[in-house]
């Protein structure tokens, strides 16, 4: 029997990938050639491979094209600016990625700043982001784009609503905030971070927390108000005595607030497959633009 509480990214993530799929179909139906997303993915981070991997065999599964491009852990800033270069002139590319973390000796702004705006599907170009402040059309970021879809989906409202962003990141908490706040969402968004006072306080006022501090299960019960909607964005593996030898956690204490929560998003299962899904979304919107 399914579970009300449970906010079900998976589920969520396959019906919007079935949206996607039938709407790739009709464009080869027509004569089109697939929605092609590429990333870059310099050097051996695990965590990175993982998604990159996950991101090929989505692209698949609605008929994308997907291709990646890696390059050694020793690359230059040059090698990698000669590769986003090659992508931005590349017709038959609509959006690309490039994989974060990049090693330490690569300036990250400089790689991501370099990207083509209008092949930007993650949505980190100053044009971009520029754009979604205003809020007009443009490619939303990945994460916080997926959040706002899962909460609608679940008929979880928020117009009028308070809501917390706990964390202040630029690939989700500073956007998600940004984007609860416009019009369409319509909530009333309280920022905390690492110096915010009495937080406590402030995360128990919340209709709906949204937690992406990078901390493994941070939010206790004393944390969040009867009947909140929380959604946890971090994604932490706790070593331990299992065969697989970790376990996955988030940023909340999953086991701690469930009693206390109206809606809550699991970990794993719960916004990471909308990652994944809004980027799919982005490089479909990308390759409607790009056939006109």
């Known amino acids: 029997m399914a579970d009300n509480k449970i906010i079900d990214g998976k589920l969520v993530a396959e019906t919007m990938k079935k949206e996607i799929a039938a709407e790739v179909a009709a464009m080869l139906d027509k004569g089109l050639s697939a929605p092609h997303l590429a990333a870059v993915l310099v050097g051996d981070d695990g965590a990175s491979i993982t998604y990159v991997n996950s991101k090929e065999k989505a692209c698949r ?15 230059t800033e040059e090698d ?3 590769i986003v270069d090659f992508l931005n002139n590349d017709d038959e590319i609509d959006g690309y990625i490039v994989q974060l973390p990049l090693p330490s000796h690569i300036n990250e702004n400089k790689i ?9 599907v993650d949505g980190f170009t100053l044009h971009n982001i520029g754009l979604m402040q205003i809020g007009e059309p443009c490619y939303l970021p990945a994460t916080p784009f997926g959040i706002l879809e899962l909460l609608k989906r679940s008929n979880v409202k928020t117009e009028g609503k308070h809501v917390v962003v706990m964390g202040r990141s630029n690939i989700v908490g500073t956007p998600v905030s940004v984007m609860l706040s416009r019009k369409g969402a319509d909530a009333t968004v309280t920022i905390c971070h690492s110096k915010t006072q009495n937080l406590k306080e402030i995360t128990r006022q919340a209709d709906i927390l949204i937690v992406a501090i990078g901390q493994p299960e941070f939010v206790k019960a004393d944390m969040v108000k009867d009947g909140a909607v929380v959604v946890d ?11 697989k030898g970790y376990h996955i956690v988030g940023d909340v204490d999953y086991k701690d607030v469930y009693e206390k929560v109206s809606k809550i998003t699991p970990v794993p299962g ?13 490089t479909l919107l990308a390759a409607k633009k790009n056939r006109k």
């Open 61 to 75: 599964s609605v008929g994308m094209t997907s291709s990646v491009y890696r390059l050694p852990e020793k690359s």
């Open 80 to 82: 990698v600016l000669k």
């Open 112 to 120: 991501i700043q370099s990207i083509k705006p209008t092949k930007d």
């Open 233 to 243: 964005v971090g994604i932490h593996r706790i070593k331990d005595n299992s065969e």
């Open 270 to 282: 719960g916004v990471g497959p909308m990652t994944i899904v809004s980027l799919l979304h982005n």
